[in-house]
């Protein structure tokens, strides 16, 4: 696979990248970021992947959230990207922040014109999975994903669904019952259809009830209390919550006073995550 590097930075002895290919599964150029910690060099490594929110993309969690010293410490590949196919040339792909460019919702569209492009859940596990194990060094049966708001989504839906491949799960304010909100009936109404039997095999909570996937070593939520988005209904953590009671997966929600969506949020919890995934992935 070509894999054109857009840029690389020295970081805490370690590499930070930028990278694009052209990919098989969305039919377009996809890019991603790659944060090689120093023990890189001397061989293999665990992967954690993190799934940034609506409007984001592959540089957002590598500039805002503060993880490369962490990762540094703990001998941890970061990996994030984009948050959808670009340049997609699909009529109204651009013209809405909660849709469409920027807003994937990681999954694989079936509705037409979104099935052409918008695969993000086969790019996930499929291209870019690949091109890790490939071309960088990563250890293939060690790897975690996390994510923000949409990418909570995303982390914990992609973890439900392949618990073969990420081995640890976490989440900052995701998205917990996107079928019941109205961000998540927006966008499933566009890329899944109007059978909303099918929108259940993307959300964390319904999920959680239909598998009852153990991650036996726990799942870890994060959430800001002033929250504008939990306040409005859109994020739900009390629906994944109960859903996890129900399945005896184990839980840690931890509801944060004062504490809003951004990344100042994110950035304050974050040692807290790498802290999480380190133990697991290297049990």
Not at 78 to 101: H, Q, Y
Not at 197 to 211: T, V
Request: with cysteine; proline share 5%; net charge negative.
């Amino acid at each position: 696979v070509m894999l054109e590097t857009v840029s690389e930075h020295r970081a805490f002895g370690g590499t930070q990248g930028f990278y694009a290919h052209a990919s098989a599964a969305t039919g377009t150029t996809m890019r991603f970021a790659v944060y090689q910690p120093p023990q890189a060099r001397r061989g293999p490594v665990p992967v954690l992947f993190f799934l940034a929110g609506l409007t984001a993309n592959e540089e957002t969690f590598m500039i805002k959230a503060g993880a490369q010293r962490l990762a540094a410490e703990y001998g941890l590949m970061l990996v994030s990207c984009d948050t959808s196919p670009r340049n997609t040339g699909i009529d109204g792909a651009t013209k809405d922040w909660d849709f469409g460019e920027g807003a994937g919702f990681y999954l694989d569209a079936t509705e037409t014109p979104w099935s052409n492009h918008f695969r993000m859940e086969t790019w996930l596990k499929q291209d870019l999975r690949e091109l890790i194990i490939a071309r960088f060094p990563a250890v293939a049966s060690r790897m975690g994903i996390f994510g923000h708001s949409m990418g909570g989504h995303g982390a914990l839906t992609l973890a439900l669904r392949h618990p073969d491949i990420y081995r640890s799960v976490s989440a900052f304010a995701p998205i917990s019952a996107p079928t019941r909100c109205p961000w998540g009936e927006k966008a499933f109404g566009h890329y899944l259809g109007a059978d909303r039997d099918a929108w259940k095999d993307h959300d964390a909570s319904e999920l959680m009830r239909q598998r009852k996937t153990p991650f036996p070593a726990g799942i870890l939520v994060d959430q800001g209390a002033s929250d504008k988005f939990l306040l409005e209904g859109q994020l739900q953590p009390e629906a994944f919550e109960s859903a996890c009671a129900e399945a005896g997966q184990p839980l840690t929600l931890r509801r944060h006073d004062g504490y809003d969506h951004g990344y100042y949020f994110v950035a304050t919890f974050m040692a807290d995550h790498l802290a999480f995934h380190h133990k697991i992935l290297t049990s």
